[in-house]
């Protein structure tokens, strides 16, 4: 079985912290991606990595970064953190492109709180 | 632009019915639909993905199906259980066999004892 696991569950910080999300997957997989979820507003994708070193923004991309050096493992990065950022982040991993079987696979989740 | 809607927003049922889940999308140039569960403050779990030409694809007691022509999925749950209550994402890919997908904003169901 697919294993995506995330570095927290739960997580509070303060206003203007650098906070570093962390997202780790066994399976191999090309692609790796990160999602924030808010109530009414669903989930929403932050950024996109389709290979080591290879990122694309995705469609709330502002306030974020994201590093990815090893396949395995890719990170989120709140540059500062502010209120607004408050928010459960998924991370998902899939195989690569050419494929009509693209499965994504979720981690757990973590749920961040800036104070 | 893709766009996924999934009504209704909640759903009670008593336990033992038969039930589907709607999901409908805008762009039918899809090679895919995937379906999720997620429980309260949970990630999300893959429960099916359907290919186009598959156009429906089984699971124990989950279906899904596809009809692209129409812009429409659906999932059924046979003999619901209590322990069926979640909420039921349905995303489809931003066109075509992209690896990015649009999410529904989930189906809320509860099934009562």
């Known amino acids: 079985d697919v294993k995506v696991t995330q570095s927290s569950r739960y997580l509070v910080k303060r206003t203007g912290e650098k906070v570093f999300l962390e997202c780790v997957q066994d399976?191999?997989?090309?692609?790796m991606f990160w999602y924030r979820q808010d109530p009414g507003l669903g989930l929403r994708l932050i950024y996109f990595s389709y290979d080591v070193k290879m990122k694309e923004k995705g469609d709330i991309p502002e306030g974020y970064s994201v590093s990815r050096e090893k396949k395995e493992r890719f990170s989120l990065i709140l540059e500062s953190a502010s209120t607004n950022q408050t928010s459960m982040y998924l991370c998902a991993s899939s195989l690569s492109s050419g494929r009509s079987y693209n499965e994504q696979f979720f981690g757990p989740g973590t749920r961040l709180t800036v104070l | 632009k893709q766009e996924v809607t999934q009504i209704p927003a909640a759903l009670s049922v008593p336990e033992g019915e038969n039930l589907v889940l709607n999901c409908s999308f805008t762009?039918?140039?899809?090679?895919?639909l995937q379906w999720f569960r997620q429980d309260p403050g949970k990630g999300l779990t893959s429960l099916l993905l359907?290919?186009?030409?598959?156009r429906e694809q089984t699971s124990g007691r989950l279906n899904a199906s596809l009809d692209k022509s129409s812009g429409r999925s659906t999932l059924y749950i046979a003999a619901s259980q209590p322990g069926d209550s979640a909420t039921y994402l349905c995303a489809a890919p931003t066109q075509g066999g992209s690896e990015k997908l649009v999410f529904g904003k989930g189906t809320k169901l509860t099934v009562n004892p």
């Open positions: 399976m191999d997989h090309e692609n």
């Open positions: 359907i290919q186009s030409s598959q």
């Open positions: 762009d039918s140039a899809i090679y895919n």
